[in-house]
Nanobody, 117 residues
Framework: QVELVESGGGLVQAGGSLKLSCIAS????????MGWYRQTPAEERELVAS???????NYADSVKGRFTISRDGAKNTVFLEMNSLKSEDTGLYYC???????????WGQGAQVTVSS
């Protein structure tokens, strides 16, 4: 059993910053990558940023230069630092952990981020 718990969401004014955290616990085996996804009522869940076990980071074009993903491998934790937030960044942010070797794929419960304009 694996559990992912997100924290750090909230309400912020446009131009402000938030930092999300996701801690994975349980029977964790060889994490290949961890990522953050965003979902809004009008759109499908989309990848915001991901980071591999080798610390290769990937970002959606809409957040490049504003968001930074990082991880603490020893603590099975991934972070998403979000700066210069815009109203279009509003959404439910989900943490995901995936292992290529086992095919295990786990998601958190989501953290709400609301950016007021």
């Amino acid at each position: 059993q694996v559990e992912l718990v997100e924290s750090g969401g909230g309400l912020v004014q446009a131009g402000g910053s938030l930092k999300l955290s996701c801690i994975a616990s349980g029977n964790i085996k060889s994490i290949s990558f961890m990522g953050w996804y965003r979902q809004t009522p009008a759109e499908e869940r989309e990848l915001v940023a991901s980071i591999t076990s080798g610390d290769f980071a990937n970002y959606a074009d809409s957040v490049k230069g504003r968001f930074t993903i990082s991880r603490d491998g020893a603590k099975n934790t991934v972070f998403l630092e979000m700066n210069s937030l815009k109203s279009e960044d509003t959404g439910l942010y989900y943490c995901r952990m995936y292992s290529y070797g086992s095919g295990s794929d786990h998601w958190g419960q989501g953290a709400q981020v609301t950016v007021s304009s």
